[in-house]
């Protein structure tokens, strides 16, 4: 199973942006499949963004496509959330997650590690 450990949330005011990040131990990170949620107050857990265990591929929810950017560094074992021109209702707890195969996922059930959560507010 892989560990996962987020950074990088913050408060923003609209417009502006900010830089998740995904610290993964297991030395099997390069084969997974990762991604990113959110769950705002009240509301159910969303996707957001995946990437394939390679890297050659991604995909994005319509709400932050454009705006958003996932990548991986296998050699580190890290992958990002570029978040630019952020709005209010993209706050949200974001999460990270390692899917249980290597190709692109955005069920919630196809992630099998999910990270504990960093805040993002944006303020308007």
């Known amino acids: 199973q892989v560990q996962l450990v987020e950074s990088g949330g913050g408060l923003v005011q609209a417009g502006g942006s900010l830089r998740l990040s995904c610290a993964a131990s297991?030395?099997?990170?390069?084969?997974?499949?990762m991604g990113w949620f959110r769950q705002a107050p009240g509301k159910e857990r969303e996707f957001v963004a995946a990437?394939?265990?390679?890297?050659?591929?991604?995909t994005y929810a319509d709400s932050v496509k454009g705006r958003f950017t996932i990548s991986r560094d296998n050699a580190k074992n890290t992958v990002y959330l570029q978040m630019n021109s952020l709005k209010p209702e993209d706050t949200a707890v974001y999460y990270c997650?390692?899917?249980?195969?290597?190709?692109?996922?955005?069920?919630?059930?196809?992630?099998?590690?999910w990270g504990q959560g960093t805040q993002v507010s944006v303020s308007s």
């Open positions: 990437i394939s265990g390679s890297g050659g591929s991604t």
């Open positions: 997650a390692a899917a249980r195969g290597p190709t692109i996922a955005t069920f919630k059930d196809d992630f099998g590690s």
């Open positions: 297991g030395r099997t990170f390069s084969w997974n499949g």
